[in-house]
């Protein structure tokens, strides 16, 4: 079975019903699938559920929570999951037909394999009304095109939660979503998922979510997400893991394309990436020790420092980070002033 797990209120039902409708469309379900629907802060969606009928194979389970909690209604669903695979499915966003039958497969041959993540299409989109669903798409393409790494994880988040199908157990093994976060709670928990698990990537694109049109919810969306940054960071501290040379390597690769003047030297062949990780890799006894038995924060802030004895790295990288503090601030005492002003 592959539990669905949505989490809604009774305002979004429009754009609820076409996620229910994603999941119904599976094509060649040769499987059991059950929507855990979790309603978060009333208990109004019971009777407009009663609507639905499930095809063969298929079923809606529902629970409700009297206070609105994006981590407490996600776990409720993993708690009561029945599925030997799960995967989250936000209201607003789809699964393709394709989605069950491509991201089951890989298990079937293999039993060492944890989750499987696939390709999204990320879709601007200006949302009207959320019930009726009213909505004008804009754009469709795929933000994150890259092969699965534990290490460009453990930087940024680059797994749209309905791209990841998991085993229930990873669960059972290592929580559920930490109820201090009220945003990045699925960074959180892909990396504690992930960082000794084993994530395989396919190349189909399995499913769609959808982001903002608007500048300005684009705006506050990044907001958020960026003043839980170091929140959610610090929680990497608690998953102990080991890194080799090889992951030192990929990690420091990542670190350096993360800082903008370098990937854009990297990009007009100023400076050759391969080249400077060679190095550091020759350089990985010195820091080996230290990496045997650490965390993802501890590892990146290693890694990082000894980059920074490279000083053409560490000259490019302070001037870079000063700038960027200098540049947040002055943003930061606009928008400051332009809301005093209209109050």
Request: hydrophobic share 35%.
């Amino acid at each position: 079975m592959i539990s669905v797990i949505i989490r809604t209120c009774y305002q979004r039902r429009g754009c609820l019903e076409r996620a229910i409708r994603s999941v119904f469309a599976q094509k060649n379900p040769a499987y059991e699938i059950e929507i855990l629907l979790v309603e978060n802060g009333s208990q109004q969606l019971a009777p407009w559920l009663a609507q639905f009928e499930c095809p063969a194979g298929q079923h809606i389970r529902y629970y409700h929570l009297p206070q609105a909690d994006r981590c407490m209604a996600g776990n409720l669903g993993l708690a009561n999951a029945h599925g030997k695979w799960v995967c989250f499915l936000d209201d607003d966003d789809e699964l393709y037909p394709n989605y069950c039958e491509t991201m089951l497969t890989p298990f079937l041959g293999n039993d060492s394999i944890d989750a499987v993540c696939a390709h999204a299409h990320e879709v601007a989109t200006t949302i009207h009304s959320h019930t009726p669903f009213d909505y004008q798409e804009h754009r469709k393409y795929i933000e994150y095109d890259r092969p699965f790494s534990r290490e460009i994880l453990w930087i940024k988040n680059f797994l749209p939660i309905q791209s990841v199908l998991f085993k229930r157990i990873l669960y059972l093994e290592h929580g559920g979503f930490d109820p201090e976060l009220k945003v990045l709670e699925d960074w959180d928990l892909w990396v504690r998922y992930a960082t000794n698990g084993h994530f395989i990537t396919l190349e189909d694109v399995t499913s769609f979510y959808r982001v903002p049109q608007e500048a300005h919810k684009r705006i506050a969306r990044e907001d958020a997400f960026r003043n839980h940054y170091h929140l959610v960071t610090e929680k990497q501290r608690k998953v102990e893991t080991t890194v080799g040379q090889q992951s030192y390597a990929k990690l420091a690769r990542e670190i350096l394309l993360s800082s903008r003047v370098l990937h854009m030297l990297f990009r007009c062949k100023v400076l050759n990436i391969d080249t400077l990780c060679h190095r550091e890799v020759e350089r990985f006894h010195l820091v080996e020790n230290a990496l045997a038995s650490t965390t993802p924060r501890d590892a990146i802030e290693i890694t990082t420092a000894q980059l920074q004895c490279n000083p053409l790295i560490a000259g490019l990288t302070v001037s870079e980070y000063r700038a960027k503090h200098l540049l947040r601030r002055c943003i930061d005492t606009v928008r400051s002033t332009a809301k005093s002003s209209n109050e």
